[in-house]
């Protein structure tokens, strides 16, 4: 398994406050990725990163931030979490876009409650 | 824009006997297409993927994925199911000018013994 840790693997916490989730990866590799999990609705992109401190918007990125001040840390922040937020999460990484070819890897996810 | 489609939520089979699980996609460009499993509180697996070349592609676990470009489809198939091949599975397609993965909905698979 490719070297992803997520954490926490659960939270459970209440609308309005914020929360941030960290991906931290052994792999070097450049991209790095947050999706949400959702019945019905696959995996949605949320933000992404192609390098350090470069960061770009998915499809479902309102409400949600992301920093990536080191190659192995990825971090997402709900600045003021709602119930909509509610959802699994998961971190991916994958190596350069040269090699766009290759498959992302993926964490073994958040769950996040938010009541 | 791109596109995957996962007609089927579910899809039963007995064990023993051959399973497809249907992708069809739509991209501009050449397409990438990855098949990948997900087993409860897991992330997803790699399964395998298309890229250029043989047209049956095979990956982990005795899957293989048949990429037919008319019908724009990549489907997963085993010979003979296991029980053990009961999870969720995704489809996702990249094209060959984009960084982002677009995913199916998913098909949750269900082996009976």
């Known amino acids: 398994d490719a070297g992803i840790t997520q954490s926490p693997r659960h939270k459970v916490t209440e609308t309005g406050t914020p929360v941030t989730l960290r991906c931290h990866q052994t792999?070097?590799?450049?991209?790095m990725y947050w999706y949400r999990q959702d019945p019905g609705h696959g995996l949605r992109l949320i933000h992404y990163s192609y390098g350090v401190k470069d960061t770009d918007k998915g499809e479902v990125s309102d409400g949600y931030s992301v920093s990536r001040s080191k190659t192995e840390d990825f971090l997402l922040t709900l600045e003021s979490a709602t119930s909509s937020q509610t959802s699994v999460y998961f971190c991916?990484?994958?190596?350069?876009?040269?090699?766009?070819?290759?498959?992302?890897?993926f964490g073994d996810g958040t769950r996040l409650s938010i009541l | 824009a791109q596109s995957v489609a996962q007609p089927e939520d579910q899809v039963n089979v007995a064990e023993g006997n051959p399973l497809t699980v249907k992708c069809t996609y739509s991209?501009?460009?050449?397409?990438?297409l990855f098949w990948y499993v997900q087993y409860p509180n897991r992330g997803l697996q790699f399964l395998l993927k298309y890229i250029t070349g043989d047209n049956l592609v095979k990956g982990s676990y005795g899957f293989e994925a048949e990429f037919n470009k008319s019908q724009t489809s990549f489907h997963l198939k085993k010979p003979s199911a296991l029980v053990s091949d009961s999870a969720l599975y995704f489809c996702?397609?990249?094209?060959?000018?984009?960084?982002?993965?677009?995913f199916g909905t998913g098909t949750r698979l269900q082996v009976f013994p």
């Open positions: 996702a397609v990249r094209s060959s000018n984009t960084d982002k993965l677009i």
């Open positions: 991209v501009s460009g050449n397409p990438y």
């Open positions: 792999e070097n590799h450049r991209y």
């Open positions: 991916a990484i994958s190596e350069s876009r040269q090699n766009s070819n290759q498959p992302q890897h």
